[in-house]
């Protein structure tokens, strides 16, 4: 096996070319803090004239010898007969889970879920490697149809009257949505402008602290911005796609919970206990090192077993080709941005772990807006319990994938070529230095223990700052007679214009913005038990209020998620820690305006 680093390399310059030099050449000095240009190695090799790249070979764990045995068995498993014995097995078993589930009077409610889930199962086995049924007439097809109804008509228009036809029908979908929908009590056509104006003001702002304005592309700003809209649209009046958003939310939480219920349990023992919802259990307390370490250790670990086995190099690919046809964005950041909203911040950079030493700027910074403007689903059912509307949630974090791309495509723009990008075809090699499937679980686990250290060292360091600078105010406020002088309160009253401008109700204006200065400071925990504690009281808020509150406090954009995001990004990719350090404080800022807008969009939608 030849050396890998007597192979070319590949460079990327700031506009995005393509140089390719020998490993005896020099590389031209990076500025500071910019992404540096990288190397192609065995793990990331571009394709020559739209090939494939050939899967590299990694040294380590690809060296070892398989015993006699090792050998036979994999001979077996990978016999004709047995691969279709194999695939007739699945297909009747994913049968056997939809059909009762759709003639059973109990589960037959479900059927929305069920179906979706069992022919996707199906027509992958069917499709796959074209072994049963052939991919290409089905893609000619469906090209042929797109080209002829869309494709060739829409390459007709010009470029300004491409950019005017995506204007106006934002506009009209915006419009239509705020004074097109029926005027009731808790919603009246001024609030709802006050909310838009506030869309407005939001988007304002992104375009204003933009690093490059002119190399904003928008595309993914139009697409995002008209997506986040008509989610909204969709949850608050159709009841199919909640289902489906919410089966997703309970499914990423009960995936994330097992790291509690199940490793956790036994360290911890009755710690662990707490109540159940939906045949889903919920801490009773919040232990961090329970409740949030304990799931990111056990999903690091996970999800490199589903990098050694290929299925997370098979999703990144689909979403490549799909989000660049959409949005124009990578597929790396597009994973990252649909995860996010199930899985939370931490957790889905680690999705594509193996691409963020290559990551460029806008992306790294994509996926720290992603992060910040979402919650995850293993705190969905906590805010649940604390008596926050589940449909309210479950909109806000679906609402949050387009948006946040859009806004993170106008505050940081794409000027470099990303790796993951639909036009370059790469073959990723995963195994790294494991042998089997178990080793591979065991080198996660490690990584995921290494990566909740550096969590909870930062959030410490974090939050304990913070809690420095209050008692330092609230002892220079006591010379003003200034009672309780901190961060919340000075913040909540800069926040006062941004809440008229969401659409709160005028006589309720400040005591949302001090929630929002709360979820800022301190987290989105104490936000949300603050709007219980109001809502029970003798003055609560009123209906329109909650609902925005709701969605504004949605997401985890508080300076101690600026200590986890730091932490995570940098254990996983180390050669980017300072640009990582340098974009989190903006896209904290971008992340929190995110939740605002969605604010904006359930005050423009006007109904409980």
């Known amino acids: ?61 690809n ?44 589960t037959r409610h479900r059927w929305v879920i069920t179906t979706i889930w069992s022919w996707f199962f199906i027509l992958l086995i069917l499709f796959h490697n074209n072994r049963y049924l052939p991919k290409r007439p089905f893609a000619l097809a469906i ?37 097109g929908i029926k005027e009731v009590p808790e919603s009246k056509y001024a609030d709802r402008a006050r909310s838009l104006f506030g869309l407005f003001v939001i988007n304002c702002i992104f375009f204003v602290i933009s690093q ?40 990423a939480a009960d995936l994330l919970r097992q790291g509690q219920t199940g490793g956790a349990t036994f360290f911890w023992g009755e710690l662990v206990d707490g109540k159940t919802i939906d045949g889903v259990t919920i801490l009773t307390g919040h232990y961090f090192f329970i409740s949030t370490l304990s799931s990111i250790i056990f999903f690091v670990a996970f999800v490199v077993l589903l ?26 950041e597009a994973v990252v941005a649909a995860a996010s909203p199930f899985i ?48 309210h949630l479950i909109t806000a974090a679906v609402m949050s994938i387009p948006a946040s791309i859009a806004a993170a495509k106008m505050v940081c723009p794409e000027t470099d070529v990303p790796v993951t990008s639909g036009s370059i075809n790469i073959k990723l090699e995963t195994k790294g230095d494991a042998v089997d499937p178990l080793h591979a679980f065991a080198n996660g686990a490690w990584l995921g223990v290494k990566v909740a250290a550096l969590i909870f060292c930062n959030v410490l360091c974090i939050v304990s700052l913070l809690y420095t600078v209050n008692g330092l105010l609230t002892y220079i406020g ?56 109001i809502k029970n009281s003798t003055d609560p808020l009123s209906a329109r209020s909650v609902l925005i509150s709701n969605f504004m406090l949605a997401g985890f954009g508080n300076i101690g998620s600026l200590g986890i995001n730091i ?32 604010a904006c969009v359930a005050g423009v939608l006007g109904t409980r």
């Open 63 to 106: 060296d070892v010898q398989p015993t006699r045995i090792s050998a036979a068995i994999s001979s077996i498993f990978k016999h004709k007969a047995v691969i279709i014995a194999r695939d007739m097995f699945l297909i009747g078993l994913i049968l056997g889970w939809w059909l009762p589930g759709i003639i059973r009077e109990e």
């Open 478 to 533: 006591n010379f003003w007679t200034i009672n309780n002088l901190t961060l919340q309160l000075i913040i909540g009253y800069i926040l006062y214009p941004l809440c008229w401008c969401m659409g709160v109700p005028t006589g309720e204006i400040l005591r949302v913005s001090q929630l929002l200065a709360t979820k800022i400071i301190a987290n989105e925990f104490v936000a949300y038990a603050d709007l219980e504690v």
């Open 212 to 251: 490059n304005h002119r190399a904003i592309k928008l595309q993914p700003v139009i697409t995002g911005l008209g997506l986040q809209m008509i989610i909204g649209l969709l949850v608050f009046k159709t009841g199919a796609f909640y289902e489906v958003a919410k089966w997703l939310a309970f499914a």
């Open 143 to 179: 090209g042929a149809a797109w080209t002829t109804c869309l494709g060739k008509p829409w390459s007709r228009v010009p470029h300004y009257g491409r950019l005017a036809i995506g204007w106006l029908c934002l506009l009209a979908l915006y419009f239509g949505s705020a004074f």
């Open 307 to 332: 990098s050694y086995l290929g299925i997370m190099t098979w999703f990144i690919q689909k979403f490549a080709w799909f989000f660049f046809k959409l949005m124009g964005i990578s597929g790396a």
């Open 344 to 391: 939370g911040q931490g957790e889905n950079a680690v999705l594509v772990q193996s691409f963020l030493d290559l990551m460029t700027n806008s992306e790294i910074f994509q996926v720290l807006v992603s992060g910040f403007a979402t919650i995850a689903g293993s705190v969905f059912l906590a805010y649940v319990q604390m008596g926050v509307e589940p449909t």
């Open 1 to 61: 096996m030849s050396n890998p680093t007597e192979l070319p390399q590949t460079m990327y310059n700031q506009e995005g070319g393509k140089v390719v030099s020998d490993n005896s050449a020099p590389t031209s000095e990076q500025p500071h803090d910019e992404k540096p240009g990288y190397e192609t190695s065995d793990r990331d090799i571009e394709s020559a004239g739209g090939k494939p790249a050939e899967e590299a070979k990694v040294p380590g764990g």
């Open 567 to 598: 932490g995570v990004l940098s254990a996983l990719a180390p050669s980017r820690g300072g640009a990582i350090a340098r974009l989190a404080p903006l896209s904290l800022l971008t992340g929190i305006l995110v939740t605002c807008s969605s």
